[in-house]
């Protein structure tokens, strides 16, 4: 399917939902192509869940979260983070980045807060475009807006999973989903039982051990993945160079359900060795990394180790007004259960027909490299359909400059059926790899392969410059010590930004380069036994 150039991009509307990390730089990209571009966000601010909230229906992160990944990782391309800032933002810190991102490249005025999409159709004006039905706070009625084209960046974080326990009726305490966990000093001198092994829980019980709960107990039907920030001497996320990851990407094409089976027992000879985890805790067996998120804590497993939590067996029913009966028979008393199970995928139901979907299958959506609906990937994008363990803002970065090359007909798509065809394939892949892990599967993507598809749509010339072929080579010839640093030191966001290609270029990337190599360096040594980190 090709992108037909027949309207100019300053003629072409786009609405961009949601005010997120992921629907900034979807604004920031179109914009910059010259697109006609326009976020609507249902809040009365940006940044989605990194947005505090202490609204219990408001879907936030707690005030205490830090993020999962540096700052070398999880930053924008062409708005690097500086080195006086710390490695691991808190909640405020990184809400501030955005907004600095938003007030640096002056695109606010193209935001409209408190505006919640209510319907999204087919224009019945123009054959090619979009209706959007929005509702405006404190406005008489709804109204509608029309475009040509549509971005959701609305994310996945909306329907809270609780399941219903049995006897949940004659509980006397009380029972709460972790997204309306809001206020930790109210849980001073309860029992609290804790559902669920994941960041969330992790962040949820150092809360209740630092507001002197009663007592934090954590109750879970499987194990997980878990490691610090700093792992010898560094940040974690910080292992695999660019050079690793093309070797990690050619062997995942090669052999991909050997290669996840390597990432597996690599990640669980990590967690032991940073750990030295006790098998009564219930870590081992840990669902692939690939479907759900590794645990980053420094406080959990200490806490474990000290009493401070307790590990036991999944719930099975509530036997009266404070007492929990466990799988394994034993049982709990408490005054508090909080529910750190996740999210439901619910789309709105006028979204069905653009998303496509399999029911009762793994994958709910046919998004052609987990971004574009075949039936309309010349004018609709959807940037939530992934998870890596990479940070979000350099993913959502990269996916915008593709598609917005990919709306500008730079970029022609193939056919709907050759799309499909594509589509049908991953779905195999996915449910040959995956087959007894459904949870997140709609996410799942083949991440070298992805990543390079990215590029070339984008237009980076990262494939290019420091790929293996005569560009390439050349590339190492003429700089090898740049190439090197390139490919061996971090792999940094900055690096879409580099190169000359079809997507705007940042001068200051080569310079963001070498500073933030010099500052991990200058914080963490050349070597990996210094452990501060500044």
Known sequence: MSSPRSRAPS?????????????????????????????????????????????????????????????????????????????????????????????????????????????????????????????????????????????????????????????????????LHSSAFKHPPSFAGKRVLVIGFSNTAADICAELVAHHAASVTVAHRRGIHVLPRLVNGKPVDLFASRRVAAISATVAAIAPVKSLGLVEKALADLSEKSWDLDPAWGFRPAPPRITNRVMLSDTFVPQLRDGSIKSVANVKQIVNGETVELEDGSRVATDVIIFCTGYHRRDPPFLAEILGGEKERLIPHRLYQNI?????????????????????????????????????????????DRMNREVDAHHRWVNTVLSREPAAAAKVVQEGKWRGWLHAAAGTGVNENLGYGWKGWWFWVWQPRWCSLLMGGIDLPYLARLFEGRRKKWEGAGRAIVEANEDLEMRFGKGTDRKKVK
């Open 11 to 175: 003629s072409t509307k786009i609405a961009v939902i949601g005010g997120g990390p992921q629907g900034l730089c979807a604004l920031k990209n179109l914009l910059e192509e010259g697109f006609d571009a326009m976020l609507l966000e249902q809040r009365d601010r940006i940044g989605g869940l990194w947005a505090y909230s202490d609204d219990p229906n408001t879907v936030t992160v707690l005030e205490s979260t830090l993020t999962n990944v540096s700052k070398y990782k999880n930053c924008y391309s062409d708005f690097p983070i500086g080195k006086d800032e710390p490695v691991y933002f808190t909640q405020a810190q990184f809400l501030d980045y955005l907004e600095r991102y938003a007030d640096a490249f002056n695109f606010r005025p193209r935001i409209r807060l408190n505006t919640s999409v209510l319907r999204i159709s087919k224009s019945t004006s123009n054959a090619d475009g979009w209706d959007i039905k929005a509702e405006t706070k404190h406005a008489s009625s709804p109204h509608t807006l029309q475009f040509d084209k549509v971005v959701l960046a609305t994310g996945a974080h909306h329907t809270p999973s609780a399941p219903t326990l049995p006897g949940a009726s004659i509980f006397a305490g009380q029972i």
């Open 372 to 416: 574009f609906p075949p039936a309309y990937a010349d004018s609709v994008a959807v940037l939530d359909s992934w998870q890596l363990g990479s940070g979000i803002c350099e993913v959502a970065d990269l996916a915008c400059m593709a598609v917005a090359q990919v709306f500008k007909g730079a970029f022609p798509l193939p056919s709907e």
